[in-house]
């Protein structure tokens, strides 16, 4: 079965550390792949994304992500983060192919909490 | 633009009732999708359409149903409502060519069912 797995549950960091968010999902065809991120109380927004091409990724607010085709991997990093960091991470995946209509499928979700 | 915006942002229900969450678009979006969030579980998709007139299952249909009478809108139905169903409910929306397309997300309405 398609699925997304997001190996960290919660992670607490102080400000300035740098950040890895795991991401790996189980299909090993063509898959447009998104980082989301939702601050407290409000929707989910579009962080990055990877459709072709270079597999180094920048997104908004200094994100970056790197798609490993062959560890099935998208990784989630930040060089050093800020107390206004703290949300919670999605990883979705659009699994390519006839039988698919565009759905994403998410991963569980990672809590990052930037203590000042 | 509004984008995608949901109706209403929260509601208390018994067990039992029934009620209709609309999702209405501007974007000219043909896809449109329902999920429902739980703590630890991420997204789960209920039900999605990819045009007006359509609707399909997605993870989680179970006692839930759905209408795109319209493009813009995309409703969402629970007819008797249970305490499984207390969650927050997000709908999206997607525009792109082929399967290509990211996700344009509503703010989420909160459902407590008593």
Same mark, same amino acid.
């Given at each position: 079965?398609?699925?997304?797995? *997001?190996?960290?549950?919660?992670?607490? /960091?102080?400000?300035?550390?740098?950040? =890895?968010?795991?991401?790996?999902?189980?299909?090993?065809?063509?898959?447009?792949?998104? !980082?989301?991120?939702?601050?407290?109380?409000?929707?989910?927004?579009?962080?990055?994304?990877?459709?072709?091409?270079?597999?180094?990724?920048?997104?908004?607010?200094?994100?970056?992500?790197?798609?490993?085709?062959?560890?099935?991997?998208?990784?989630?990093?930040?060089?050093?983060?800020? !107390?206004?960091?703290?949300?919670?991470?999605?990883?979705?995946?659009?699994?390519?192919?006839?039988?698919?209509?565009?759905?994403?499928?998410?991963?569980?979700?990672?809590?990052?909490?930037?203590?000042? | 633009?509004?984008?995608?915006? *949901?109706?209403?942002?929260?509601?208390?229900?018994?067990?039992?009732?029934?009620?209709?969450?609309?999702?209405?678009?501007?974007?000219?979006? =043909?896809?449109?999708? !329902?999920?429902?969030?739980?703590?630890?579980?991420?997204?789960?998709?209920?039900?999605?359409?990819?045009?007006?007139?359509?609707?399909?299952?997605?993870?989680?249909?179970?006692?839930?149903?759905?209408?795109? /009478?319209?493009?813009?809108?995309?409703?969402?139905?629970?007819?008797?409502?249970?305490?499984?169903?207390?969650?927050?409910?997000?709908?999206?929306?997607?525009?792109?060519?082929? !399967?290509?397309?990211?996700?344009?997300?509503? =703010?989420?309405?909160?459902?407590?069912?008593?």
């Amino acid at each position: 079965a398609q699925s997304v797995s *997001q190996h960290n549950h919660h992670v607490i /960091l102080s400000e300035a550390a740098s950040l =890895e968010l795991g991401c790996n999902y189980s299909y090993g065809g063509t898959v447009n792949l998104f !980082w989301y991120v939702q601050y407290p109380g409000q929707h989910l927004q579009l962080l990055l994304k990877y459709f072709s091409g270079d597999p180094l990724v920048k997104g908004i607010k200094g994100f970056e992500a790197e798609f490993i085709k062959s560890k099935f991997s998208f990784n989630l990093r930040k060089p050093s983060v800020q !107390w206004s960091d703290t949300a919670e991470y999605f990883c979705a995946v659009n699994y390519l192919g006839s039988s698919n209509t565009g759905k994403l499928i998410f991963g569980q979700g990672t809590t990052l909490q930037v203590k000042p | 633009n509004a984008g995608v915006t *949901q109706t209403p942002k929260f509601r208390v229900l018994k067990t039992g009732q029934s009620m209709t969450l609309l999702c209405a678009q501007d974007m000219n979006h =043909e896809y449109m999708y !329902w999920y429902r969030q739980d703590p630890g579980m991420g997204l789960r998709l209920i039900h999605y359409s990819v045009g007006e007139g359509t609707t399909a299952k997605g993870e989680v249909p179970d006692g839930y149903n759905v209408s795109r /009478l319209k493009k813009q809108n995309f409703l969402l139905g629970l007819e008797s409502a249970a305490p499984s169903q207390t969650s927050v409910y997000f709908c999206a929306s997607r525009g792109g060519t082929g !399967w290509i397309g990211e996700l344009f997300f509503g =703010e989420g309405s909160r459902l407590t069912v008593l």
